[in-house]
């Protein structure tokens, strides 16, 4: 339901863009949003966006990431900027999502498939 592209190797100081498509007999999808978790570390929520284009930040990627959506393509996307060493995670897409099942909207929290971001110093 949530398909995410776009990981991969940086250099510290480069760019790369995630993007996460969602896919199905969607209704509707609320918020948006991006979580990475390194190894032997809790999943930490980098960003997020609602439906009407709000957006939250964590405070360790603030000014370096943007977050934004493209409702028409149930797409969001995470612009990585400046990256770091620290920024090196496996990053999830998450959506809150409603999906038509047996006639009637019926929301859910969806993550998709990780993706492998590593930043070399």
């Known amino acids: 339901q949530l398909q995410a592209s776009g990981g991969g190797l940086a250099q510290a100081g480069g760019s790369l863009r995630l993007s996460c498509e969602a896919s199905g007999s969607i209704f509707s999808i609320a918020v948006m949003g991006w979580y990475r978790q390194c190894p032997g570390k809790e999943r930490e929520l980098v960003a997020d966006?609602?439906?009407?284009?709000?957006?939250g930040y964590a405070d360790s990627v603030k000014g370096r990431f943007t977050i934004s959506r493209d409702n028409a393509k149930n797409t969001v996307y995470l612009q990585m900027n400046s990256l770091k060493p620290e920024d090196t995670a496996v990053y999830y897409c998450n959506a809150d999502m409603a999906t038509m099942g047996w006639g009637k909207p019926s929301p859910r929290n969806y993550w998709g498939q990780g993706t492998q971001v590593t930043v070399s110093s």
């Open positions: 966006i609602t439906y009407g284009g709000s957006t």
